[in-house]
């Protein structure tokens, strides 16, 4: 029997879309912990909470945005989240206060936590069921081509040009973007019978489980996205730390090709089992590159670049699995409540990370940042494996 279509025109623009919308996402990561020390003079711990303001906006909008997706036609909140998550960019040119900044970063936030529910949601209502594993594998896979690129030209633009030219490139890239996204067409959404209100319908309750595994993973891996480049300069590799996003996106690119094909096999717990196992590695090594650098600075180096493809490459293997995971524990007309959940988990782990992060940093060093994540793995690894697994295999509706 023939595989069902999976790459079709709108499959196409919606990766594209969701590439410079990440692109421009990724631009700025890595770079904001430097506008706000430059800029504002703002200590780490004060960085923490500040960055953490955008992704504590996003966990809070998207299990609303959950439920408004699963309500009402997917497609038109898609482009208004798109279209004002495009807009603050050009705020962020404006933005002369720290406090006018705070706002802009809290509105950001609201804006990606829905447009990233809806990107999700759209995305597998336009692709065949039977190939959701290798299809959200191959959505990933433009985040990762973003984040392989995005905090790379970030860092080399804060090298040799202002701010304001980074929050003008983002600008671009994401409004090219909401091009894309609107050449996207979506399947008729039949009208749904309005349940009354409960919470049910804002969280997926049979993934709580897993959303709080999840959490746990996304802690560690917040500290790493936002904090890498200042945890290298702080042990000494002053050059060439984008290429540290580059190589943990090429690992995530090429385990997300293979791991959505044995999440389609029925392999979603094994799978996941593995990531976690190879992250949890992976930070252990991280927090030690510090004295690894003070022991050996060629070796520290060429450890502390290599950890990157390992990790992106653990991270790979989870991101699709966990998301189908989440999708297969709720009927259909629950797709966009069972997407946020997974996403929010996620968010809430992120922002914690940043937050604990910059807090540790401040009062010790980025090294024990990444040690306390690395002990906050093997939680999550004790935990997928007693709790998550079983409760999954006894609720899984598919």
Known sequence: ???????????????????????????????????LTEVFDTGNAMIGIILSCY??????????????????????????????????????LLAGTLTLFTIL??????????????????????MPSARRGEGLGYYGLANNMAMSVG???????????SFNVIFTCALLSCSLGFVMACLVKTPVKEPVKREPISLDRFILIKGLPAGLDLLLLSIPYGMTTTYVAKYAKEIGIMQGTGLFFTLMAVG?????????RLVDKGKITQVISAGIYLVCVCFFVLSGCAKLMEWNSTVGFYVFFGVALFLGTGFGIMFPAFNTLFVNLAPNNKR?????????????????????????????????AYLFGACLTILSALYFNLKVTPHFHKNKLR
């Open 55 to 92: 992704t504590m906006a996003a966990l809070t909008i998207r299990p609303f945005s959950g439920y408004l997706l699963d309500t009402f036609a997917r497609k038109p909140l898609y482009l208004l989240a798109f279209f004002v998550f495009t807009s603050i960019f050009a705020g962020y």
């Open 105 to 126: 970063r809290i509105v950001h936030g609201f804006a990606f936590g829905t447009v990233t529910v809806a990107g999700n949601t759209v995305v597998i209502d336009i």
């Open 252 to 260: 995530m690119a090429i385990s997300r090709i293979f791991s959505g």
């Open 1 to 35: 029997m023939a595989k069902e279509r999976l790459i079709t025109p709108s499959y196409c623009f919606i990766l594209s879309a969701n590439f410079l919308l990440y692109f421009g996402f990724y631009l700025l990561m890595p770079v904001l912990p430097f506008y």
């Open 151 to 161: 905090p790379m030209v970030g860092l080399f633009l804060h090298d040799f040009y």
């Open 336 to 368: 966009g409540t069972a997407t946020s959940t997974y996403l929010t988990s996620w968010d809430v782990g992120i922002g914690l990370g940043l937050t604990i992060g910059g807090y540790i940093a401040q009062v010790y060093s980025f090294d024990k």
